[in-house]
């Protein structure tokens, strides 16, 4: 067994690759601490920062902390507040991100595995 402290845990500011701006991520349990099965991250985005569509090869699950925002997919955009859980299917193009006037956190759990990145994001919640 393995006990993780979240505040022992340094954020890092990750950009690019799928996000339109600046995320920090904690990332509390993947192979550097010995889980071969999972990989969880606390994902903070300032507010109009998200990610593009893209689609992971195992199915993901996104518990909201803070914030507001919107977690979508090609057919519907849903207002993410703190307390709901997302259940994302392997293979389904989806996208989440901070509203342009809140920031947001969400943990993101899912198997470690290849993220596919689609097509940029053209709806009415799409942002620069």
Known sequence: ?????IS???E???????FTG?????SLVNEATGSKDLSIAIVHFPKGVRNVFHSH??????????????V???????????GMVFFIP??????HGAMDDSDFTHISILRPGKTEVKKEVR??????
Do not use: C, F
């Open 90 to 95: 392997a293979g389904e193009n989806h996208w």
């Open 1 to 5: 067994m393995k006990v993780v402290r």
């Open 123 to 128: 709806n009415s919640a799409s942002r620069k």
């Open 8 to 10: 022992d845990v340094p």
């Open 22 to 26: 600046a995320v920090r991520i904690r």
């Open 72 to 82: 979508a997919t090609e057919k519907e955009e849903i207002t993410a507040i703190p």
């Open 57 to 70: 090869d195992g199915d993901q699950v996104l518990y909201i902390l803070e914030g507001k925002g919107i």
């Open 12 to 18: 890092q500011e990750v950009t690019g690759g799928i």
